[in-house]
């Protein structure tokens, strides 16, 4: 808990937001990041409906956004869990 609380701190401070990907198919606006229970989620809009996406399942727009390096991290922990 206490690595995944650092790793989404990262992820929090340093990606840079708001910034569009597709989701799905469907083009959308990820506003924020969440620290769930057991997953970190990007909370992604569309229309003013919102989702949560978990940031492990979240395609990520190429070029990536600004400080992206730290979900690719967050992804590599999770991996050996």
Do not use: H
């Not at 996406?53 to 190429?62: E, G, H, R």
């Amino acid at each position: 808990d206490e690595q995944r609380s650092g790793l989404f701190t990262m992820i929090e401070d340093n990606l840079q937001l708001p910034f569009e990907t597709i989701v799905l198919g469907v083009p959308v606006v990820v506003e924020s990041v969440e620290l769930e229970e057991n997953d970190i989620t990007a909370v992604c809009v569309r229309g003013g409906e919102k989702q949560a996406v978990p940031i492990l399942k979240l395609p990520l727009p190429t070029p990536p956004p600004k400080g992206a390096e730290w979900i690719a991290a967050y992804r590599y922990w999770a991996r050996g869990v």
